[in-house]
């Protein structure tokens, strides 16, 4: 067996390929790819007609649509009532009723129907809320220089609460501003 | 400041509380300032308490405040700049300030202007950097120059009294946060239920098993079919390996089957565990509840003249620890009045016969499932004959059936309100308010209390009380097609009313029970929710009893009873009318639990408002074309004194407690004016009118800054930011305010 440090000192002491220098060069000389893609994420949902979305960070969960249990003399449409997420109840509210987007009214999960309705869990401050969505893509990934303005002529409703758009498989999803939507729900649940 | 509306308070109850809000901050702010002299954030908060009470206490002309005020601030903003460090000295001097400021607030016109002068010049020496007596002092001296409420705590140490020995230190506690332990519990609940789902599983692969079966005798049929027949020997193969197949499945399925049994038993089991666990975390011994009454009796019985010792007996009990916090104000009174009704001065004992040192006991104990707490004495006793002439003396009864009442139903009268049979009235008790209040805190967590005496030998009351507050056995029910529990101990009974059994006496609805009337309403008319089911010739009915009226409901269906843990609905939603509380069902499914006191005042207002009708919440309409003005300022006085003005002029007004809600509230509503404040916490105003007027949707609102500091700098900043007007509060004038107002949005419309 050869010493093993001679084989270092011949591997190191090789002649480079012919084109390896340019190749490194023309690497070197490429404009620098600025920032890495998809540092920012959020989980884009549908609500009636309506493609939106929130940062991960507050989406805490996402289930089933449970049996909700209204709530006597807090039936105002956008407190939908008590929900059963893993033992804790939770409040339900409406995204569509503050949005002013139109949504099919939340019934009781019909049986053998697949659904593609979903819970989405929210937690801000350490506040819980959870609203049902109609339809669920999960988490997209993109980068903050994707972000959109906000158009002037979005209907009044969904631009208040929408912080930027956010282009995803050509549709323009609203980035909602969840430090308002929480602000505004929990000053309609008392 | 919750539950209370601002506007029924007077200005100087407004700054009293914003007074109690600002001192806790300063108090927090000293407190860390004293370890970190120059944290800039503590800094910051102290600054801006200072100067937010200064400003409120300049609208309530309370002179002594605002100098106190003043003075802390600069010394605050000098720290800020470096130019002062606070150190123990000084934080006992601006903690005395902050006394100075509680007490200002408490009582305004106490006259604080001499003592409001020391503490200046203290002040202004300790930013001198002269010394001052109590610089080094050790901390512990803190305690006692800070005011009463201070030192009363530091006073009262807990002291280990020689009749209750310390608990033997094996059971190690740890500190865990309620919330934690709630949402534990809400898991382990979570698997109760998710453990239920196995079984109905286990039963529907049950029905597999029985197609199988079919599936076999199929085959046999086709085998026999085939018999005899000229069928090739191939097919008579395929079909006999597709017996054996079958059978092979069949005897699969049986195994797995065993052992989804097996598994469901012993998860079954285990989630069962977890979750008793769970509840008993809810437990602390009962020592901790009353660990402070030996002291209590031992103070009372000295004050009295008695010789008073207290024993506990049965200190490791487990008890709920919602429970013990309820029970410590009835036990309290029972034990000041065992002290003082009870208990014979020691000449009188001697004279008894009795040893001169007095017992009061203190016993807790689990039996057949409910919790027993007594507390009894060996005094005098009560003297049942007296309590009964009484009786009659106060027309609570008339002679006759006074007479003929038991000794157990004479001493119930006792709980009555203003029943005392103490002829003197004494501090410590016998004001014959207490005894009422201890049954209603008892009824309320849902015991029962009796008393047994002796003449002579002594007294003893004994409370009976559920082992938890966190289990309540609840009657079910299907309102509007969704669940409702009721808590038994209100439901007299249930009953199928046939219709024709229901008559109307005076447009209301009644059926006979017992060969009384008892009035008739439907829940879904009170609760209101989904369409109710139609009812067939019987109506299902829960008699509701509160001791005083009965009613009928009628419900969609009974479902029948259960036990429910309690869950507290969320905070957020505040007090709902007629709810108490929430709970889940075996299912997983939510159901509310009804406070039946407060549906027994719905109904009351329902039946007395004439014909019950569909009472039904009406979102408040459009506020027709009133003005809508938003104030924002994080000074509690300043902001209600604002909106008093405003709305006693007509305008509707909302509030917001500093920059960032005022944001969210521009965003939000529709408002015709903005009033802002300059320093505030979170987002200051100058950023706040920056931020509208860079929004295209809200540039047109006019916007108002209001300041205290009369600085030319801030109207600069104001208007640069695009402020449309800029007023100083330190010129505050009602008129000032409502001109400018009315200059930038017009009159309210009357």
């Known amino acids: 067996m050869t010493d093993p440090r001679v084989t270092d000192h011949r591997l190191a002491d090789r002649a480079l390929p012919a084109d390896y220098l340019d190749e490194w060069a023309t690497h070197i000389a490429k404009p620098k790819q600025l920032a890495a893609r998809g540092t920012a994420s959020a989980v884009v949902f549908r609500v009636g007609t309506e493609w939106l979305a929130v940062p991960t960070g507050v989406c805490h969960e996402v289930s089933a649509r449970k049996p909700v249990h209204t709530i006597p003399h807090r039936r105002n449409g956008i407190v939908l009532g008590l929900v059963n997420v893993r033992g804790d109840l939770v409040i339900c509210v409406s995204l569509s009723a503050v949005l002013g987007v139109v949504d099919a009214p939340y019934d009781r999960p019909e049986r053998r129907r697949i659904s593609r309705e979903r819970l989405l869990l929210l937690e801000y401050n350490g506040q819980r809320l959870t609203w049902p969505v109609t339809d669920l893509h999960g988490v997209h990934r993109y980068h903050p220089d994707d972000l959109q303005e906000v158009p002037a002529t979005v209907a009044k409703g969904t631009a208040v609460y929408t912080r930027a758009v956010l282009p995803w498989q050509n549709k323009a999803v609203g980035l909602l501003d969840e430090q308002l939507l929480f602000y505004t729900f929990s000053r309609h649940l008392a | ?750």
Not at chain 2, 82 to 105: E, K, M
Not at chain 2, 330 to 336: I, M, S
Not at chain 2, 618 to 635: F, N, T, Y
């Open chain 2, 1 to 750: 400041m919750s539950g209370v509306d601002p506007s029924e308070l007077s200005m100087a109850e407004l700054f009293r509380i914003e007074a109690e809000g600002q001192t806790a901050v300063l108090i927090d702010g000293l407190l860390a300032l004293e370890r970190q002299p120059s944290d800039a954030a503590q800094l910051e908060a102290c600054m801006r308490a200072a100067h937010s009470l200064k400003g409120a206490a300049r609208i309530v002309d309370v002179p002594a405040a605002v100098t106190a005020a003043h003075a802390m601030e600069d010394c605050f903003v000098a720290a800020q700049r470096g130019a002062v460090t606070l150190h123990r000295g000084s934080i006992d001097v601006l903690l005395q300030g902050v006394d100075l400021l509680l007490r200002s607030a408490k009582a305004p016109d106490a006259g604080l202007g001499a003592e409001v002068d020391a503490f200046v010049a203290r002040l202004a020496a300790v930013l001198a950097g002269e010394p001052i007596a109590g610089d080094d002092a050790p901390a512990g001296v803190l305690a006692v120059e800070v005011a009463g409420g201070v030192t009363e705590q530091a006073a009262a140490p807990v002291p280990a009294s020689p009749a209750t020995p310390a608990p033997a230190a094996t059971d190690r506690t740890l500190r865990v946060t309620a919330d934690n332990l709630d949402r534990l519990l809400a898991l382990a609940g979570e698997s109760l239920v998710e453990a239920r789902w196995l079984a109905p599983f286990a039963a529907s692969l049950a029905r597999l098993k029985q197609l199988h079966h079919e599936l076999n005798r199929g085959l046999d049929r086709l085998r026999e079919s085939t018999h005899g027949s000229a069928t090739d020997a191939v097919t008579l193969a395929t079909v006999a390996e597709a017996q054996q197949t079958v059978q092979r499945c069949r005897q699969a399925l049986a195994e797995r089957l065993t052992e989804l049994d097996a598994f469901d038993r012993r998860f079954s089991n285990l989630s069962g565990r977890l979750y008793d666990r769970a509840l008993a975390c809810r437990q602390r011994p009962f020592a901790d509840g009353v660990a402070g009454f030996p002291r209590v009796v031992r103070d009372l019985g000295r004050s009295l003249g008695r010789d008073v010792q207290c024993e506990i007996i049965g200190e490791q009990t487990q008890v709920d620890r919602d429970l013990l916090e309820r029970l410590e104000a009835p036990l309290n009174h029972l034990v000041r009045n065992a002290v003082d009704h009870g208990i014979e001065p020691p000449d009188e004992r001697v004279r008894a016969g009795k040893p001169p040192a007095a017992m009061v006991r203190l016993e807790a104990l689990h039996s057949a499932g409910m919790l027993l707490i007594i507390v009894s004495d060996d005094g005098r006793g009560i003297d049942v004959e007296r309590v009964r002439r009484l009786l009659v003396e106060r027309w609570l009864a008339d002679a006759e059936s006074a007479a003929r009442m038991s000794e157990d139903e004479v001493l119930q009268f006792l709980f009555l309100p203003g029943f005392s049979t103490k002829e003197t009235v004494s501090e410590v008790s016998g004001r014959g308010v207490g005894l009422d209040v201890v049954h209603t805190i008892v009824k309320q967590v849902r015991g029962t209390i009796r008393v047994v005496t002796t003449v002579g030998q002594g007294t003893r009351f004994q409370l009976q009380l559920p082992l938890t507050l966190s289990v309540v056995r609840a009657l079910l029910v299907e309102i509007g097609g969704e669940p409702y529990a009721f808590p038994l101990a209100f439901v007299a009974r249930t009953v199928r009313v046939p219709r024709e059994q229901i008559e109307l006496l005076e447009g209301r609805q009644h059926f006979a029970l017992d060969g009384r009337h008892v009035g008739l309403v439907t829940a879904h008319q009170i609760l209101g929710g989904g369409d109710p089911k139609p009812h067939g010739e019987e109506l299902p009915v829960v008699v509701l009893n509160d001791g005083q009226a009965s009613y009928g409901l009628v419900v969609d269906r009974l479902l029948g009873e259960r036990s429910l843990v309690i869950r507290p609905l969320d905070p957020r939603l505040g007090k709902v009318k007629d709810i108490s509380a929430a709970a889940v069902m075996a299912d997983g499914s939510p159901v509310l639990i009804v406070d039946v006191d407060d549906l027994m005042r719905s109904i009351d207002q329902a039946v007395s408002a004439g014909r019950p009708s569909a009472v039904i919440e009406e979102v408040a309409a459009g506020s027709g074309e009133r003005k809508h003005i938003l104030v924002v300022d994080d000074s509690f006085t300043a902001r209600e004194l604002e909106r008093k003005l405003l709305e006693s002029r007509g305008y509707l007004v909302t509030v917001a407690v500093d920059g960032m809600d005022g944001w969210n509230a521009v965003r939000t509503g529709r408002f015709h004016l903005i009033v802002t404040d300059i320093d505030m916490p979170r987002m200051d105003g100058i950023e706040l009118v920056t931020l509208i007027k860079k929004d295209p949707r809200l540039q047109t609102l006019p916007v108002m800054i209001v300041s205290y500091k009369d600085r030319e700098e801030d109207r600069r900043r104001g208007f640069e930011a695009g402020a449309d007007y800029c007023l100083s509060k330190g010129s505050f004038h009602d008129e000032a305010l409502l001109g400018a107002v009315r200059d930038l949005i017009g009159e309210a419309p009357v």
